[in-house]
């Protein structure tokens, strides 16, 4: 069982930059894929990156590619998400959401690959 928290989300303007933070539970944090996923109202949760256990394999998708940063720290049994470059469209509740290595069935992009979510945190970014 892995329980995940996020923090971080807030009010920004364009332009600018947030961490977000996904603390989990347990001692087997080193084992679990995860990703990054939002939800803007009136739309469905979409992928934004995902970073595989190893940590050498790394997706984002292409409205973020090189603007956000999916990283980790499995001391701090930590995963991040530096957003940087800020739009509008990025305003959305944002999720963190983990996958046990061996459930892995083929794409990190699938809301149904992953296992435990955390409870979200929004993410506003004004014009």
């Known amino acids: 069982q892995v329980q995940l928290v996020e923090s971080g989300g807030g009010l920004v303007q364009a332009g600018g930059s947030l961490r977000l933070s996904c603390a989990a539970s347990g001692r087997t944090f080193d084992r679990y894929s995860l990703g990054w996923f939002r939800q803007a109202p009136g739309k469905e949760r979409e992928f934004v990156g995902a970073l595989a256990w190893s940590g050498v394999f790394i997706e984002y998708a292409d409205s973020v590619k090189g603007r956000f940063t999916i990283s980790r720290n499995n001391a701090k049994n930590t995963v991040y998400l530096q957003m940087n470059s800020l739009k509008p469209e990025d305003t959305a509740v944002y999720y963190c959401?983990?996958?046990?290595?061996?459930?892995?069935?083929?794409?990190?992009?699938?809301?149904?690959?992953?296992?435990?979510w955390g409870q979200g945190t929004q993410v506003t970014v004004s014009s």
């Open positions: 959401a983990a996958m046990d290595r061996f459930a892995f069935r083929g794409s990190y992009q699938r809301t149904d690959e992953y296992t435990y």
